[in-house]
């Protein structure tokens, strides 16, 4: 991608789910992380996990409003607490996506949804990613990626590494409304599980890291600007 079009397809991404959201609704931000979702009322992250699954070396951001502590699998909200969720970057590294998109739809009334495309996976795998995922006629369809395929497409990465800057779309971008479609193909006996400690700081982790502070300083004059509600009651959205 050139500059412009890299920073529309952010713009795409972080910024414009935003607009559409009623002044009044409540939205959850499910996996803030680092890069927090500008128009969340409510945060969801799970800090045990700590820098495991992010490129950056940048700790989750958890003073910008309520934030939850929770595994997206059994999160203590009530039923559709939500009126928008934005989920960005995580169905790739839970364990049962089964469980966690049924989650998603149970707190939530509608919302967003992105994850990478299974072709840049084959192409560039990340050591937490657990599924290649493709959407297939509005469902998202998850195959479940093993230690031999990870191994080996990571060998041959580098061959085909400069492919993704030519790739528009390397990630899979939706809005859903009532019901997310989706397929679990889970028939890997060896299967790949992320490890256990973080990895080794990646080359471009200063040029991550300045990303980072630059989108979140964007982040809080968008909230000001549009006066996002930081002071949620969160009890009122929990179950008793």
Request: hydrophobic letters at 40%; a positive charge.
């Amino acid at each position: 991608m050139n500059l412009i079009k890299t920073i529309n397809f952010f713009i795409e991404r972080k910024i414009k789910p935003g607009f559409g959201i009623g002044e009044n609704d409540i939205v959850l931000d499910i996996g803030s992380g680092d890069k927090p979702f500008w128009r969340a009322n409510v945060f969801l992250d799970k800090l045990s996990l700590k820098n495991l699954h992010r490129h950056t070396d940048s700790k989750v951001i958890n003073n910008l409003g309520p934030f939850v502590d929770s595994d997206i699998a059994k999160t203590p909200f009530k039923d559709k607490a939500f009126d928008f969720s934005f989920c960005a970057h995580l169905l790739e590294h839970v364990e049962r996506p089964d469980l966690a998109i049924n989650e998603i739809m149970r707190i939530s009334k509608k919302g967003y949804i992105e994850v990478p495309n299974g072709v840049i996976e084959y192409i560039s795998p990340f050591h937490s990613h657990l599924w290649f995922i493709l959407l297939v006629k509005n469902k998202l369809v998850f195959y479940r990626k093993s230690t031999h395929i990870h191994k080996n497409l990571l060998e041959n990465s580098e061959n085909y590494f400069k492919i993704i800057s030519q790739i528009d779309e390397p990630f899979i971008r939706f809005y859903w409304n009532k019901k997310i479609n989706y397929e679990i193909i889970d028939n890997e006996k060896d299967k790949y599980f992320p490890p256990n400690k973080t990895p080794k700081t990646r080359k471009n982790s200063t040029i991550l890291k300045a990303s980072t502070l630059f989108y979140m300083s964007l982040v809080r004059i968008l909230r000001l600007i549009y006066k996002v509600n930081n002071r949620i009651d969160i009890n009122a959205l929990i179950k008793n």
